[in-house]
């Protein structure tokens, strides 16, 4: 069975880092193929991806947030991480974390973590 | 980037009602298209992948299909459980990957 959580701050400031965690179960990153995204999705908005990182470690990134995205893994203990640096009110949303499997695309998402910039 | 132009933006249909819903990539991206159902509240669920297979544990009323550049992803009896937003996902490109603007779908 496979399943992902998202953790993260909950509510950080303007320019601060966020850094988010994605604890999964059910497969692992250091097989052939597999692959983790994170996408967002700010109130009543629509999806965005951000990033994706591979079994390989091979790293994609959504060149529109400027070089802010670090995606990373921890294989032994099943997690992958997103920092998005210098945040702004702009990044509030919830933010997913995703496998991608054998049907190549985002097959198992976690339940989402709100995540929300304020001063 | 390669652009995913989602229509309609919104859609109001009747119980049994065939309900149809389209994505036109900017560029070929051959069958890399899956289609997502997100509930409110919930976390998007994945329908269909490489444009025309049905995800496992997914209704066989739910189908897709391409014609070119054009992906259509198709409800052949909508259903109460079947509304919310429906948005596709290209992955031919790497990076980036691209969603389309999404999809709500209500009954009438």
């Known amino acids: 069975q496979v399943t992902l959580k998202e953790s993260g701050p909950g509510i950080l400031q303007p320019s601060q880092t966020l850094s988010l965690t994605c604890t999964f179960s059910?497969?692992?990153?250091?097989?052939?193929?597999?692959?983790v995204g994170w996408i967002r999705q700010p109130s009543g908005k629509g999806l965005e991806w951000l990033a994706n990182i591979w079994w390989d470690d091979d790293k994609y990134y959504n060149s529109s947030l400027k070089n802010r995205l670090t995606i990373s893994k921890d294989t032994s203990n099943n997690q992958a991480f997103l920092k998005i640096t210098n945040v702004d009110t702009a990044d509030t949303a919830t933010y997913y974390c995703?496998?991608?499997?054998?049907?190549?695309?985002?097959?198992?998402w976690g339940q989402g973590v709100m995540v929300t910039v304020s001063s | 980037d390669i652009q995913m132009t989602q229509s309609p933006a919104s859609l109001s249909a009747s119980l049994e009602e065939i309900v149809t819903i389209t994505c036109q990539a900017s560029q070929d991206i051959g069958n890399w298209l899956a289609w997502y159902q997100q509930k409110p509240g919930k976390s998007p669920q994945l329908l269909i992948h490489?444009?025309?297979n049905l995800a496992d544990g997914i209704p066989s009323r739910f189908s897709g299909s391409r014609s070119g550049t054009q992906y259509s992803l198709k409800i052949s009896r909508l259903q109460v459980e079947d509304t919310g937003i429906y948005y596709c996902?290209?992955?031919?490109?790497?990076?980036?990957?691209?969603f389309g603007g999404g999809t709500k779908v209500e009954l009438k």
């Open positions: 490489s444009a025309t």
């Open positions: 995703a496998r991608i499997g054998g049907a190549h695309c985002f097959d198992y």
């Open positions: 059910g497969f692992s990153l250091s097989t052939y193929g597999m692959g």
């Open positions: 996902l290209q992955r031919y490109s790497n990076p980036p990957w691209t």
